[in-house]
């Protein structure tokens, strides 16, 4: 098995994209805040990986995202 880090990244940023246009199921109160903020989180987690550099050595994937983003 190779990896190609292209679609790997790719893969992210549509990931990203889902959770950016997914709507919100009809509920209310504590539970629909609790659905919005994982949404938040979600997206924001892919894309720290989508817009990371990706350096590859010899055991490890390494991502660097830069925090000034």
Known sequence: MSLNVEELINRYKERAEAVKNRSIPPVGGDDRMAFIKQ???DYQDFMMIADSEVEITEEYLI???KLDN
């Open 39 to 41: 949404a938040e989180t």
């Open 63 to 65: 991502f660097k995202f």
